[in-house]
């Protein structure tokens, strides 16, 4: 079966003030109808930007796909028109955003902003669309859906409100359901809450479902594979218990160590939680013929600063990106 | 948490535009301003019907001071009834500062919702565009316009309107700057919004409070406006209007001082009542000052 979404070759490029920055650089994936997938890294990895050019949604006028496609159900997103684009977004991929707070519009209650997609993209009548609204807040657990419907977001809390958020992104039963940290601004047991949420959702629709995080324990609860972004590049990519188990980039066992674990028995000893030291590099030093992790990289040998490594293939489903995979 | 099903009453959900009125009604002095200016729209819709003597008749001898003769505000230069041509003229007044002000917010929104939101060079043009007609003095070119085309009502409104929509522009441009950058703009693009929805459904709605007070002050400043033109001669004269009253009586201002007094007392309250409302529009449409 032909995947659901197909990126190759992806090349985006930012203008900033000292020149063009590729922000991600010769990206490849694929993504299964009714797969989740999770993109992992730190901030400014480029990992929101992939999302956003799948929506075509790049900042205008900065950001632009240089090169490389991405096809969704066998159709071409880059060369789209804009209002091909707007058919597709927010009713065969939709997606929902970081911060809940300030997510939905204040002057609009939930209903009617759940209500406006259905009637823009399903063509439903005003009555229809609201009886709708109601019942995806029911499927969003949001208790007392009849008369929530008609409050405004400022006095919904923000799990509630994230909640409305998935409402929205789910009314139009979306085949891709892209997720851009949506748990970062919420607290740990409402986390726990959007994740069931999510994935009882998942279950019940098919909904493929991209997860952009830095939490890898979300990744372990929501997603079957992984996609570790460094630097605008795929570092590693691989079924979700094998990377963890047996990371093959050391990026990503720099990224396991650093979460903590609770333990089943406190001990007096307590396992170090090691940091990967250094920061991302800037935008302008994207792009060399170079492993852009080497300077933070406790392998790292000249070659690693000679050339930039290949992603080469693990088995069936792995790859990584780096000159010393074999002896990870 | 999801096994809820308590239909105890949630607290009725309240509108933010509910909560504005709660914030003006606490207002006093925006209350003393609504309140004159009902008395003064009621006035100039009921005045005409129920004190009936036209304006233009010559009802008694010229300069009657007011109260006597059973004329409550006296009779003008030729003798004409004050008080019907301030209840007639107010009906004037009110249209052209109210037409006026909506000139002015549909030119200046739609300038000013077309440069934010797309930026770019669509703004660059736009911009200068509005800065052409800033520096432009506005008296002088408003009355070359009403010179050129003629003393109409209308074409005293449009003249009114032209010149100064570029601070309702300006306001907008930079709302919409501001609110463009939000997350639920984004959202809303996410969910596939076309660019006319996402400026005037989900961004002006969130742009208005400003524009709202700046279109209260401009129906006051346009009735200035309108009473500057009327005192320079540059007017309909087939209608009456406060400003024409004191234009065509000011060679008279040192015999009849009330004939100009009086219509002057008319512009001053009904421009300090509007500005009254409009300021306390400010206050409770900024959710900086609001109380929670």
């Not at chain 1, 299964?32 to 992939?50: L, P």
């Not at chain 1, 992104?169 to 409402?190: G, H, Q, R, Y």
């Not at chain 2, 007609?133 to 070119?141: A, G, H, I, R, S």
């Amino acid at each position: 079966m032909a995947p659901l979404l197909k990126v190759e070759n992806l090349r985006i490029e930012l203008a900033t003030r000292a020149g063009v920055a590729p922000v991600i650089d010769n990206l490849n994936l694929e993504l299964a109808h009714g797969e989740s997938i999770s993109f992992v890294g730190e901030s400014g990895c480029g990992k929101s930007m992939t999302a956003l050019a799948i929506m075509g949604l790049l900042p205008e006028g900065i950001g632009r796909v240089a090169s490389g496609s991405i096809q969704f159900d066998g159709e071409e997103l880059t060369t789209a028109s804009p209002r091909r684009l707007r058919q597709i977004r927010g009713n065969e991929i939709s997606m929902i955003f970081q911060e809940p707070m300030t997510s939905l519009n204040p002057v609009y209650t939930v209903g009617e902003q759940i209500a406006e997609v259905l009637r823009a993209h399903q063509g439903l009548g005003q009555k229809a669309a609201w009886a709708q609204a109601i019942e995806l807040l029911d499927a969003v657990q949001i208790p007392n859906p009849k008369s929530r419907v008609e409050a405004y977001p400022f006095q919904m809390s923000g799990g509630q409100r994230q909640r409305v958020m998935i409402a929205i992104a789910l009314a139009c039963t979306p085949k891709i359901l892209i997720a851009d940290e949506p748990t970062t601004a919420l607290d740990v047991t409402v986390q726990a809450q959007i994740f069931d949420l999510l994935r009882d959702l998942r279950a019940q629709t098919g909904t493929s479902i991209i997860m952009i995080t830095h939490d890898m324990g979300a990744v372990a609860e929501m997603s079957e594979r992984m996609i570790v972004m460094y630097a605008g590049r795929k570092a590693e990519e691989g079924p979700v218990d094998q990377v963890i188990t047996h990371a093959r980039h050391p990026y990503t066992s720099g990224l396991i160590s650093c979460v903590p674990h609770i333990m089943a028995n406190l001990t007096e000893e307590r396992h170090d939680l090691t940091e990967v030291p250094g920061i991302v590099p800037g935008l302008s030093e994207f792009g060399q013929d170079l492993c852009l992790f080497a300077p933070r990289c406790p392998r790292a040998s000249d070659k690693c600063l000679s050339a930039r490594p290949p992603d080469v293939p693990f088995g069936s489903a792995r790859s990584s990106a780096c000159w010393h995979a074999e002896d990870l | 948490m999801s096994e809820q099903t308590v239909d105890a009453p949630v607290a009725r959900a309240r509108s933010p535009l509910s909560e504005a009125w709660e914030m003006f009604r606490h207002n006093h002095s925006a209350m003393l301003g609504l309140a004159l200016l009902s008395l003064i729209v009621l006035a100039a819709i009921l005045g005409p019907m129920l004190y009936q003597t036209d304006p233009f008749d010559m009802v008694w001898a010229p300069f009657s001071p007011p109260g006597e003769e059973g004329f409550l505000l006296g009779t003008d230069y030729l003798g004409r009834d004050l008080l019907s041509q301030i209840l007639h003229g107010a009906r004037v007044t009110l249209i052209i500062g109210l037409s006026a002000a909506i000139v002015t917010v549909v030119i200046g929104v739609t300038v000013g919702a077309l440069a934010g939101f797309y930026g770019g060079i669509i703004e660059e043009m736009l911009m200068r565009f509005t800065e052409f007609f800033q520096v432009l003095p506005t008296l002088l070119f408003s009355m070359v316009i009403v010179a050129l085309f003629g003393a109409s009502l209308p074409m005293i409104t449009f003249a009114i309107g032209i010149v100064s929509w570029t601070a309702v522009a300006r306001i907008t441009r930079s709302e919409f700057q501001r609110v463009r950058e939000l997350e639920y703009v984004m959202a809303s693009r996410a969910s596939g919004a076309t660019n006319a929805k996402l400026m005037f459904q989900v961004i002006l709605p969130n742009a208005l409070p400003p524009i709202i007070v700046q279109s209260a002050l401009m129906v006051g400043s346009a009735i200035l406006f309108e009473a500057g033109l009327s005192f320079l001669g540059l007017t309909d004269p087939n209608v009456v209007s406060w400003g024409q009253i004191i234009g065509s009586n000011r060679q008279y201002i040192l015999e009849a001082g009330f004939t100009v007094t009086i219509p002057g007392l008319a512009i001053f309250i009904t421009v300090l009542a509007i500005s009254l409302v409009g300021d306390g529009l400010n206050d409770a449409l900024n959710p900086k000052l609001r109380k929670r």
